[in-house]
């Protein structure tokens, strides 16, 4: 089975869309979009952090994550193991040192790689540059921990569509408020659908320029 493992991140990582700016690894959850059924698979999580999980959605960084789970009474230890199976998106080009470093199994050498090659331009980027240090199944479940912002005025629909919890209808919002000029605007029109705590965790994965 070992020996199998390589292989099939190997194929992971060639099926994944190229457009694809939101890494996705099957064995991590979105805890903004997580069902309650499937937070409830993560080790340490009661029935009543679960509850706080879901209670202190949005979620708009890994580190507000991270402390509202230490509120919730989860020690240090029991936060390592969870976050080998839900975390909050990291965005490699404004995230900070203490946050890759909350990422299982990274430490000071590979948060260095993660910073060094800034500013990414895609998560095309991050595989070729990071690829370069660990195997392609390591590869495959760091992807799952971050994002690249895109581009609001050009990303494709496959784009746009890895943001967690973007479906078709506001896909088509995003798109028809095009050209944006500024993510205020942005904010604004999306704001007519859905509550200020969901603008702002859609606008964590975009920008206005750029990419």
Do not use: C
């Not at 679960?50 to 509120?71: C, I, Y």
């Not at 790689?113 to 095309?124: D, K, N, Q, T, V």
């Not at 760091?142 to 494709?156: D, H, K, Q, R, S």
């Not at 973007?166 to 095009?178: H, N, P, T």
């Amino acid at each position: 089975m070992r020996r199998t493992l390589p292989l099939l991140a190997a194929t992971l990582l060639a099926t994944l869309p190229l457009a694809a700016q939101v890494g996705k690894h099957p064995a991590l959850l979105e805890p903004n979009v997580a069902t309650e059924a499937e937070l409830a698979t993560v080790p340490g999580f009661s029935p009543a952090i679960v509850k706080a999980v879901v209670d202190g959605r949005p979620w708009l960084s890994p580190t507000a994550f991270d402390q509202g789970l230490a509120k919730a009474g989860l020690g240090p230890e029991q936060r390592k193991a969870a976050y080998a199976r839900v975390f909050v998106h990291l965005n490699l080009n404004a995230t900070t040192k203490e946050e890759i470093l909350l990422i299982p199994g990274v430490g000071a050498k590979m948060q260095h790689e993660f910073e060094e090659y800034r500013p990414y331009r895609s998560l095309a980027q991050f595989r070729r540059e990071i690829g370069k240090y660990v195997k392609p199944d390591e590869l495959a479940r760091l992807e799952g921990y971050v994002f690249v912002p895109m581009n609001l005025n050009t990303a494709t629909d496959a784009d746009l569509q890895t943001i967690p919890g973007l479906g078709r209808r506001m896909l088509g919002e995003f798109k028809e408020y095009r050209p944006y000029d500024t993510m205020a605007r942005f904010e604004r029109e999306i704001g007519k659908y859905v509550k200020p705590g969901e603008v702002k965790r859609l606008g964590r994965y975009v920008v206005v320029g750029g990419r």
